[in-house]
């Protein structure tokens, strides 16, 4: 991981629930890679643009817990 990238894990904890994080970041917080992440999608996507993608950061938070989220 780069500083950034700790960074960016460090500064999520002040973000709301409501938050859309990117799947790079999400992928960081669930210990997971970013393909990973897809694949097993864990969390409902939210489309950001045409390419990109990311995830509630509330969602992402139950599933750290131990909680279930609602399946894509």
């Known amino acids: 991981m780069?500083?950034?990238q700790i960074e960016q894990l460090k500064r999520s904890e002040a973000l709301p629930?409501?938050?859309v994080i990117d799947d790079r970041l999400a992928a960081g917080l669930l210990?997971?890679?970013v393909w990973t992440l897809r694949?097993?999608?864990p969390a409902p996507?939210?489309?950001l643009s045409a390419r990109k993608r990311g995830r509630r950061l509330g969602n992402i938070r139950?599933?750290?817990r131990g909680e279930?989220?609602?399946a894509a």
Request: proline share 10%; aromatic share 0%; charged share 30%.
């Open 2 to 4: 780069t500083n950034e």
């Open 17 to 19: 629930d409501d938050c």
């Open 45 to 47: 996507p939210v489309r």
């Open 31 to 33: 210990g997971m890679s």
């Open 62 to 64: 139950r599933l750290i």
């Open 39 to 41: 694949r097993n999608n």
């Open 68 to 70: 279930p989220t609602a």
